[in-house]
């Protein structure tokens, strides 16, 4: 239900604008949230947005990346710039929401991420 896009190579210093998009019917998104994992390393938090909240990022983002969502089109976007080689890995986009009176949560197939000169 979730789909990513904007993943690709950059060289170090670079930037990409990664999208998700979601089908399927959601009542109400709770949190949009993109998370990473590196070759070898587990899955790692990037950055969250909570509905009407104050997003949250990763130690090593320090600035670099901004998350936003569009409530209507039930889109989050993760704008990546500085981006740095350690930045390499799958990023997958990652919804929690409500429908008719249930709980879930729904990950992407999550798209590639490579920073290299």
């Known amino acids: 239900q979730l789909e990513e896009s904007g993943g690709g190579t950059v060289q170090p210093g670079g930037s990409l604008r990664l999208s998700c998009a979601a089908s399927?019917?959601?009542?109400?998104?709770?949190?949009m949230g993109w998370y990473r994992q590196a070759p070898g390393k587990e899955r790692e938090l990037v950055a969250t947005?909570?509905?009407?909240?104050?997003?949250n990022y990763g130690d090593f983002v320090k600035g670099r990346f901004s998350i936003s969502r569009d409530n209507a089109e039930h889109t989050v976007s993760l704008q990546m710039n500085s981006l740095k080689p350690e930045d390499k890995g799958v990023y997958y986009c990652?919804?929690?929401?409500?429908?008719?009176?249930?709980?879930?949560?729904?990950w992407g197939q999550g798209t590639q991420v490579t920073v290299s000169s």
């Open positions: 399927g019917s959601m009542s109400r998104i709770n949190t």
């Open positions: 947005i909570p509905t009407g909240g104050s997003a």
């Open positions: 990652n919804y929690d929401y409500v429908h008719v009176g249930r709980k879930y949560i729904t």
